[in-house]
């Protein structure tokens, strides 16, 4: 349905929709990249250091690293949250946070960037991602223009923070690395503790409403809604999967999933899917049980910790209810919701 997510209100948020769903669309270019394989310690002398990315190649970065190019809006995200902002000389049409993001010369898509510009920018480093969207055929049009690509691929909320630790090995800001990773698990260890012995609520995350997308089983996503207490109804193989409605009917989730960073209008266009019949089928459609949340979900960058923590708490109010009674921090604030038939 196209009026789901765009109905005239502006090419910015059609960019940001889009940006969501370059998260579906990675699963199209996966098969052209090299399998992954065991991380293997930087060596190399002071000028130049060998390193196996997350993809498995082999890549010589530049030592020091004082100019970055980022490829994906979660590369950006966690360039920024390791202090390395001053060092991100490009980034992608997407990149929308932090704002300071705004700011930085921008490159194109992910899926097509200006190698022109690129090339101008002198970058000592362009990192990639696989999760992104980002294309083999452009490391490899890189790596022709002598420019060092470190591609990341990260399946589950460990491998997310793994991936910060070692970004900030590679532009030197180890320590800074080493308390951004630490502080996430600390963060999901409060969560863990919080959830344990709690049974996994059902839920259908939505990537697109339609096609219908969901996640497979096996991204960093599914992991993030295990770690918040929560199970796809939708479990596949296969990374970024279309479902049919009459099979999420049959299934019959507890809760329906949105990511959007504008609550109060994807709200109202939630309410226009449910007036349709096959979403009308779904309980939780009809019993307003639906939960949006920010876009954070689906980037695989340390706020994802933050949507994690969202999500536990809207799923498991109960499980958060001793806290002290007050404004509520940014980690744990709650998941925005569908407000009651009327008041929209």
Known sequence: MASYY???TGTRRSARVLAIAM?????????????SQTRQPAEGSAGLVRVTDETGRAVSVPQPVRRIVSLAPNLTETLFALGLGDRVVGVTDYCDYPPEAATKEHIGGPVSPNFEKIAALRPDLVLATRAGG??????????MLGIAVFATDPHSVDEVILSTERLGELA???E??????AGLRRRLSEVAERLSGSELTRVLLVVWPEPLITV???????????RAGAENVIQTAQDWPNASLEEVARRQPEYLIFASDHSDQTNRQIAELGRLPGWRSLDAMRNKRVIVL????????????????????AL????????VTGAPSSALASASSLPPEGTR
């Not at 998260?23 to 399998?35: D, E, F, I, N, S």
């Not at 980002?134 to 790596?143: G, M, P, Y």
């Not at 498991?316 to 806290?323: D, I, K």
């Open 6 to 8: 765009g109905n005239g």
């Open 23 to 35: 998260v579906a669309l990675a699963g199209l270019a996966t098969a052209l990249w090299p399998h």
């Open 134 to 143: 980002n294309r083999l055929s452009t490391v490899h049009s890189l790596e």
């Open 172 to 174: 030197g800001a180890n």
């Open 176 to 181: 800074q690395g080493r308390l951004v990773a």
């Open 216 to 226: 497979g089983r096996h991204t960093f996503i599914a992991d993030a809604l295990r």
């Open 294 to 313: 920010g876009e954070a979900i689906a980037r695989p960058a340390p706020r994802l910790v933050d949507s994690i923590e969202q999500l536990a708490r």
């Open 316 to 323: 498991h109010p109960e499980r958060f209810s001793l806290e």
